[in-house]
């Protein structure tokens, strides 16, 4: 499609509006019909099929199935788990009409699926034979939120649920834990994203969860994305729905429960992590396009013999495995052209003349670094993957770099005023884990507790609120 | 999970008791609580998704990219194309409450995505340059059905649904009738299901189509199964939603448009097509297990001999392709188990015990013939892969007996009439075309226009009902 050469907005000037510019520009979604929703087009899709790719692949090593559950259920099946319901009720959508008629029992637009599944899980689940239970769903819920955010909080989003059910809390842990630990590796592997693993205070936990782990990511912005969440909910669900199994003993006991997601808002953190004013930078090993090859004449060059050269350029590449594409478009301009896949992120740009015909070379223009390289085409495929190795691994050192920089060690109160009213970022403090603290802590700060890292040492300190005893650093922030 | 033994019902004495019953039994599917929802469990998912690899290469194989859209629209714009609206409209589920509140502007759940698209279309394309878009999606879509049955008729199903916009007519209708050939493929290579494939009357077509192309299948009790349907819209949606383009010449058109479907109600054609008393059968090129391993020892036997034999055919399998299971569980018995894998539908069963081991042979029992070999350990794969595709080309074979011994040449509408009242099955007749007609056949006969075949010639006869002039035959049904 026609780029329209219209100037991006610049993320160092204004990150936010950068944003919606830049997605909307490199085609990545357009807004949808309905207040907050949104379409994710073929290029941002692409994207997520390689996350799902790289994810399915991992699930069902470890013996994940996959299913599909209904996507409406009655509003009841919803109640019985009441930190659950409570939890959802202010989000929910509801179909009260079908057919034409009002609905005597209307129907809830799942949320989420504990509740639809795990009153199938009762009926299916009745002796530790059929433990444990692993299975997972690729879906769309639908959240009613007040403020819309392309991908980081959208109206309907697309995601991973897996929901698991164990003979004992221990298996139960491990599982929530394990999922957590994929979660990291996609973050930091393949989005390029370094990571902080922990578990979330009470307040912040999941509806109807014992325990909620999280994956925090920084932002640009200094503020905190919680990038995905696995919930140990031992048998709060299974109290509640009546999932019961023999033990191999004969006795009947509730089922240990998991569940754990992952959605389309890990691009959102994935598109403001990497990008700069020219556009998107994405990480090579989830990139739809790694290369693309733009061939280059002037009136006297011999067309033909660089097309013929690009062609043969294009096919090493595939055949070694990169992700490429031959850009020989009459229009736009070779200029434009530059300018629309460096807004779309494509990590290496080959240019290709008479010069680079002639010589048997290529000139390559690095996306994150702007760097410009001659290379031979003897030793191009081999040198093209390790550009791409070295671009996956600048982008991970230069979010590091940043996350790195605004961690900051607070131990008075002023100090974690200060840093919110300034650069924002993590802060890891003492709190003594009282709600209230917590509260005052979010009203005068808007900072919230993220998580306690899973490697937080017990300490002796104070809490930076009220100066009580307190035994761990917790990470706090302000949170998109 | 442990298989209760209850006697199936027989597919020879009621098809359809069976079909629910055995779905169940087979751990393919289940009802969910709402009514006419269904739950697809990993074994029926697994089928879904080979269906989804399968489609899904062909289509990126072709240039069609994957996209995601809104699952929830406002009503009024399914509005803008009259004949969609008036046809979709009994069948609509609403969203009336959001978070709590009444909504001014209630939201459809999507029956089908035409419209939400095309106004995504009319905005993203403004030049033939822009042209063909060749979009899809896997999704879920609801419909509010009167009476449901699993897979053929459910309140929300899975399906693709390819979207293409073009320059001209004829491109349309080239890609109309590509994707019902790639349908066609599916059903025929992989299914193992013979098909018809042809064109709707006007009263059949989809709602807003110029001309439906339908993928028509005949059951085993003599009903048709519309199996999957591709429409060339022309410009009727390009029209409604102002979707026009600017010509290489600078004038502008409206664009032409294409939309075809594969859903998981082609399953329940799979499952109705190929079972039997014992079953399920599945086709060995899509079953997601096509061999299953069980050791049988007596007590006298040196068990761990047998085990260590089983693992190594099991590797051998596994490395040669072949989607293989080792059932080695203490329970259930070794005759229930049998019967377990009988009733999934998996086409190989491989028993050893210590006689096999001894003499490096396999015992393989035939799911679809219930035939008995034994073969030797030295050439098992090649053997495994010959019986695999004999079970394929058998399955296909006796379809096609069936659908050929179940589809009569009728000139009279007394034979019409004795047919639809006994055994059923394709009618292939002369019909004038006049909708009067076909409603009359209908109401007295339950039998609709399936399709005029592809293929089928101009001829010269008189219409099965009114006795006029009529031009070619007609396949006509009683259909699911």
Same mark, same amino acid.
Request: with cysteine.
């Given at each position: 499609?026609?780029?329209?050469?219209?100037?991006?907005?610049?993320?160092?000037?204004?990150?936010?509006?950068?944003?919606?510019?830049?997605?909307?520009?490199?085609?990545?979604?357009?807004?949808?019909?309905?207040?907050?929703?949104?379409?994710?087009?073929?290029?941002?899709?692409?994207?997520?099929?390689?996350?799902?790719?790289?994810?399915?692949?991992?699930?069902?090593?470890?013996?994940?199935?996959?299913?599909?559950?209904?996507?409406?259920?009655?509003?009841?099946?919803?109640?019985?788990?009441?930190?659950?319901?409570?939890?959802?009720?202010?989000?929910?959508?509801?179909?009260?009409?079908?057919?034409?008629?009002?609905?005597?029992?209307?129907?809830?637009?799942?949320?989420?699926?504990? @509740?639809?599944?795990? &009153?199938?899980?009762?009926? +299916?689940?009745? #002796?530790? *034979?059929? $433990?444990?239970? /692993?299975?997972?769903?690729?879906?769309?819920?639908?959240?009613?939120?007040?403020?819309?955010?392309?991908?980081?909080?959208?109206?309907?989003?697309?995601?991973?649920?897996?929901?698991?059910?164990?003979?004992?809390?221990?298996?139960?842990?491990?599982?929530?834990?394990?999922?957590?630990?994929?979660?990291?590796?996609?973050?930091?592997?393949?989005?390029?994203?370094?990571?902080?693993?922990?578990?979330?205070?009470?307040?912040?936990?999941?509806?109807?969860?014992?325990?909620?782990?999280?994956?925090?990511?920084?932002?640009?912005?200094?503020?905190?994305?919680?990038?995905?969440?696995?919930?140990?909910?031992?048998?709060?669900?299974?109290?509640?729905?009546?999932?019961?199994?023999?033990?191999?003993?004969? @006795?009947?006991?509730? &089922?240990?429960?998991?569940? +754990?997601?992952? #959605?389309? *808002?890990? $691009?959102?953190? /994935?598109?403001?992590?990497?990008?700069?004013?020219?556009?998107?930078?994405?990480?090579?090993?989830?990139?739809?396009?790694?290369?693309?090859?733009?061939?280059?004449?002037?009136?006297?060059?011999?067309?033909?013999?660089?097309?013929?050269?690009?062609?043969?350029?294009?096919?090493?590449?595939?055949?070694?495995?990169?992700?490429?594409?031959?850009?020989?478009?009459?229009?736009?301009?070779?200029?434009?052209?530059?300018?629309?896949?460096?807004?779309?992120?494509?990590?290496?740009?080959?240019?290709?003349?008479?010069?680079?015909?002639?010589?048997?070379?290529?000139?390559?223009?690095?996306?994150?670094?702007?760097?410009?390289?001659?290379?031979?085409?003897?030793?191009?495929?081999?040198?093209?993957?390790?550009?791409?190795?070295?671009?996956?691994?600048?982008?991970?050192?230069?979010?590091?770099?940043?996350?790195?920089?605004?961690?900051?060690?607070?131990?008075?109160?002023?100090?974690?005023?200060?840093?919110?009213?300034?650069?924002?970022?993590?802060?890891?403090?003492?709190?003594?884990?009282?709600?209230?603290?917590?509260?005052?802590?979010?009203?005068?700060?808007?900072?919230?507790?993220?998580?306690?890292?899973?490697?937080?040492?017990?300490?002796?300190?104070?809490?930076?609120?009220?100066?009580?005893?307190?035994?761990?650093?917790?990470?706090?922030?302000?949170?998109?």
């Amino acid at each position: 499609m026609i780029f329209e050469k219209k100037e991006l907005k610049k993320k160092s000037q204004n990150i936010s509006e950068w944003y919606n510019d830049v997605l909307l520009k490199a085609e990545i979604a357009d807004y949808g019909p309905a207040r907050g929703t949104m379409v994710i087009r073929p290029y941002g899709y692409a994207i997520w099929e390689r996350v799902q790719g790289i994810l399915d692949g991992i699930f069902k090593d470890y013996g994940v199935q996959n299913a599909y559950f209904p996507l409406l259920f009655p509003c009841s099946l919803l109640e019985k788990e009441q930190e659950h319901v409570e939890g959802f009720s202010p989000e929910l959508a509801v179909v009260t009409k079908g057919g034409g008629e009002d609905l005597d029992d209307p129907l809830v637009v799942r949320p989420t699926s504990e @509740t639809i599944m795990y &009153v199938m899980y009762a009926k +299916w689940i009745q #002796s530790w *034979r059929d $433990l444990p239970v /692993l299975i997972n769903q690729w879906n769309n819920v639908v959240r009613w939120e007040k403020r819309t955010h392309l991908f980081l909080r959208t109206l309907e989003f697309l995601w991973q649920e897996g929901h698991t059910a164990h003979a004992t809390n221990e298996e139960a842990e491990a599982m929530a834990k394990t999922a957590l630990s994929w979660y990291k590796t996609v973050y930091e592997e393949y989005y390029a994203i370094p990571v902080v693993t922990g578990v979330k205070s009470e307040r912040e936990k999941f509806a109807g969860a014992a325990k909620t782990y999280t994956v925090e990511a920084l932002m640009p912005d200094g503020k905190a994305l919680q990038a995905c969440t696995s919930h140990n909910l031992e048998q709060n669900f299974s109290t509640a729905f009546e999932i019961t199994f023999q033990t191999k003993e004969g @006795t009947r006991e509730h &089922v240990y429960q998991t569940s +754990w997601g992952f #959605s389309t *808002r890990s $691009l959102g953190g /994935l598109f403001l992590t990497h990008g700069d004013d020219q556009g998107l930078i994405l990480p090579p090993k989830i990139a739809p396009i790694q290369v693309v090859i733009i061939p280059i004449h002037k009136k006297s060059d011999d067309a033909n013999l660089i097309y013929v050269y690009c062609q043969d350029i294009q096919e090493t590449l595939k055949n070694g495995g990169v992700r490429v594409i031959y850009d020989d478009r009459d229009e736009p301009s070779v200029g434009r052209r530059f300018n629309e896949w460096e807004v779309k992120g494509v990590p290496l740009r080959y240019e290709v003349g008479s010069q680079e015909t002639a010589n048997r070379t290529v000139t390559i223009a690095r996306r994150d670094t702007g760097e410009k390289i001659v290379i031979d085409r003897s030793d191009m495929l081999i040198k093209t993957q390790e550009l791409l190795g070295a671009i996956q691994r600048n982008l991970y050192e230069k979010a590091l770099v940043f996350q790195q920089a605004n961690t900051t060690d607070v131990s008075s109160y002023k100090e974690f005023q200060s840093i919110m009213n300034d650069k924002r970022g993590f802060i890891r403090a003492f709190w003594c884990e009282s709600p209230i603290c917590e509260e005052k802590i979010k009203e005068e700060t808007k900072a919230t507790t993220r998580c306690l890292p899973l490697d937080a040492p017990e300490e002796s300190g104070s809490c930076v609120s009220c100066g009580k005893e307190a035994k761990r650093r917790w990470i706090f922030a302000q949170a998109y």
